[in-house]
């Protein structure tokens, strides 16, 4: 019974930033639940193409969408491509950020608008313009990928931290106008995750034992710790939660 809830044959995704990292691994988990999912990446690079070719492996559909969300009106040209290469969107991942470590009194006009346009503006955008899609089929599911920033902020990440609690207001204000629509809305908002983002900053060891003592289980998370609370969130199983914001942190939130 449980598995027939997870499994999303037939459904069409959309994971901004999926073409590594978390972004992709939810990609992936999607795929093998039977979800057509298309990849999204800034640049017409090499990973996008191969996270394309290991979702289609998995039986499913894929496709490129190459787009810099810092760019205007980037959220309408993701969404004609969506449409021309899948039609309606019936799960979108909201995972592409931008981060930019710097101490607060260095932050530039530069650095405070690229990642609260990216990371705020855009979602809100793409919210708008993938939404009624959802409306009008009656089902739907929304995952915006946050921080666990939102409640410990890093020194050298204000910009970043502050649009992603942002962005968590935003999902509870959502989902509550959307649940009457068969739509979830939910922030997944990870800890430490050995992602290329995080293991470069790690590679200090003095750094990185200062990190992980911070964390109560005592280890850094790995992608797929974060894919598995996507495809519940995603999937019929996590219908009844909507306009949460859930940590997947090893307690590091606490």
């Known amino acids: ?29 999607l795929a093998g639940q039977g979800a057509n999912v298309l990849i999204h990446c800034r640049d017409e690079t090499v990973s996008g193409q191969q996270a394309v070719a290991e979702v289609e492996a998995l039986g499913v ?7 810099d969300l810092a760019g205007s009106e980037a959220a309408e040209r993701v969404y004609d491509q969506a449409r021309q290469l899948f039609g309606a969107i019936d799960i ?6 931008v981060q930019i470590r710097r101490p ?12 609260t346009t990216v990371n ?18 009656g089902w739907g599911r929304i ?33 509550a106008q959307v649940g009457k629509d068969g739509i979830t809305v939910n922030n997944l908002a990870p800890g430490v995750i050995l992602t290329n983002r995080n293991t470069e900053a790690l590679t200090d060891e003095t750094y990185r034992e200062q990190v992980r003592s911070r ?3 005592g280890f850094f998370g790995e992608t797929q710790d974060c894919a598995a609370l996507a495809l519940l969130l995603c999937s019929e199983a996590g219908r009844y939660i909507t306009g949460q914001d859930i940590y997947v942190d090893g307690g590091m939130s606490l």
Do not use: C
């Open 1 to 29: 019974m449980m598995n027939d809830l997870m499994r999303l044959t037939g459904k069409k995704a959309l994971v901004t930033g999926s073409n590594q990292g978390i972004g992709k691994a939810i990609a992936l988990a």
């Open 61 to 67: 559909r894929s496709g490129l969408i190459v787009e």
């Open 92 to 97: 979108l991942v909201l995972n592409a950020s």
């Open 104 to 115: 607060w009194t260095a932050v530039t006009d530069a650095d405070f608008n690229e990642q």
């Open 120 to 137: 705020w503006q855009r979602t809100l955008e793409l919210l708008q313009r993938f939404v009624p899609d959802m409306q009008q089929s």
């Open 143 to 175: 995952l915006t990928i946050g921080s666990v920033q939102q409640l410990k902020p890093h020194p050298q990440m204000m910009a970043y931290a502050a649009s992603k609690a942002a962005v968590s207001n935003l999902v509870r204000n959502l989902a």
């Open 215 to 217: 964390i109560p289980v």
